[in-house]
C-alpha cells in the first residue's frame, strides 16, 4: 500500500467486534504531516499488531494514530516499533498513543517494560493518560513493582516533556523526584533524613573543637554545670548538633553543653545548624505525606 501525497488508511471511528490484525506481510508507505494509518476514535474488540514494513516519508508526520481507541485486549509483538531494549532511550514519535485505553495486553511478544519504552521513547509528545492507563492494567494484575516504575516513569517523563508554570516549579518537581521518588520511594527520604541529622551531629563535633578565646570553644559547657566554659565531650559535642537538628525532639545535652553565640563563629555555628533544621522538618514531612500518599502527582 503505497500513497504518495497523504496517509495510507484513514479510519477514524470505525468500530470492529472482533480483532483488528495489523501486520503479516504486508507492506506501507506513505507521506503524512501527521499519521500513516489513522484510528483515532475507534471502538475494537482487540488488537493484534505484528511486525510489518510502515514508513512515513514526512519526518514529521507519526507512523499510527490509537488516539482515543477503545478496546478489549492489546497484543503487540516486541519489534513492532523498534528492536532496542526498554531501557534504552530512542526519542522517536512514531505513535499518537493519547487516549488509547485498553483492558489488558497479551503477555506473548511484549510486556509492560516494551509498552512503557514506546510511551516514553516512541510517543509523539507527553500525556499522562497513556502511563495511568498502562499502570491501572498492572495494578489489576496485581503487579505493584511494575505500578511504581511506570508511574515515576510518568513523573520523569513530565520533567523532561511536560509543561511546567515556571522554571522553579519545574526545579521543585525535581528536587521531589531525586529525594522521594515522586512519593513512590519514601526511602530515599528517611536516608536523607538520617543523613541530615549525622552532619548536624558533625557540625557539634566540629563546633567542640573550634577556639574562640582563652581556652574557649564554640560548644562548651554551660554556667549551669560544674565546670563551666570548659570544652564538652565527644559524646556531648555529637548530641549537641543533633539537639539542635532535630525539629521537636529534646534530648536534655543542651542543659550541660551549648554553642557560644556571642561570638561570630558561634553564630555561623547556630545558623548553619537551623539550616540543617529546616531540612529536618522538610525531609520529615516529605516521609510523612510519601507514606500517607497525599502527594502524588496525576497530571
Not at 483515532?40 to 507512523?63: I, M, P, Q, Y
Not at 553565640?261 to 555555628?269: D, E, H, L, M, V
Request: charged letters at 20%; hydrophobic letters at 40%.
Amino acid at each position: 500500500m503505497i500513497n504518495k501525497s497523504g496517509p495510507a488508511l484513514c479510519a477514524p471511528g470505525i468500530k470492529v467486534e472482533d480483532e483488528l490484525v495489523m501486520g503479516g506481510d504486508s507492506s506501507v508507505l506513505a507521506r503524512s504531516q501527521r499519521v500513516v494509518i489513522d484510528l483515532a476514535g475507534s471502538t475494537l474488540g482487540g488488537v493484534r499488531w505484528s511486525r510489518f514494513e510502515v514508513k512515513n516519508s514526512d519526518t514529521d508526520g507519526a507512523l499510527v494514530c490509537f488516539e482515543h481507541v477503545s478496546t478489549r485486549w492489546a497484543k503487540l509483538e516486541g519489534d513492532v516499533v523498534c528492536e532496542a531494549q526498554p531501557g534504552h532511550d530512542c526519542a522517536g514519535g512514531e505513535l499518537l498513543l493519547d487516549g488509547f485505553a485498553y483492558g489488558s495486553l497479551a503477555t506473548t511478544g511484549t510486556d509492560w517494560r516494551r509498552w512503557l519504552h514506546w510511551i516514553r521513547s516512541h510517543t509523539r509528545e507527553y500525556t499522562a493518560q497513556s502511563y495511568w492507563q498502562l499502570a491501572g492494567v498492572e495494578r489489576a494484575a496485581g503487579n505493584d513493582v511494575a505500578v511504581r516504575r511506570i508511574l515515576i516513569s510518568q513523573q520523569d517523563d513530565r520533567r523532561i516533556r511536560g509543561a511546567f508554570d515556571s522554571r522553579w516549579s519545574r526545579l521543585r518537581h525535581r528536587i521531589w523526584g531525586v529525594l522521594a521518588g515522586y512519593g513512590y520511594r519514601v526511602g530515599r527520604t528517611v536516608v536523607a533524613t538520617l543523613l541530615v541529622l549525622v552532619l548536624a551531629g558533625a557540625l557539634g563535633f566540629w563546633a567542640g573543637r573550634t577556639p574562640i578565646r582563652d581556652g574557649r570553644y564554640v560548644a562548651g559547657h554551660t554556667s549551669r554545670t560544674e565546670h563551666p566554659f570548659t570544652p564538652c565531650s565527644t559524646f556531648e559535642q555529637i548530641g549537641l548538633g543533633i539537639d539542635r537538628g532535630l525539629p521537636l525532639a529534646v534530648t536534655g545535652v543542651r542543659e550541660r553543653c551549648d554553642l557560644d553565640t556571642i561570638s561570630r563563629r558561634g553564630q555561623a555555628f547556630a545558623v548553619a545548624i537551623w539550616l540543617l533544621q529546616v531540612a529536618v522538618w522538610l525531609l520529615a514531612t516529605l516521609v510523612v505525606v510519601g507514606y500517607s500518599g497525599l502527594i502524588r502527582r496525576v497530571d
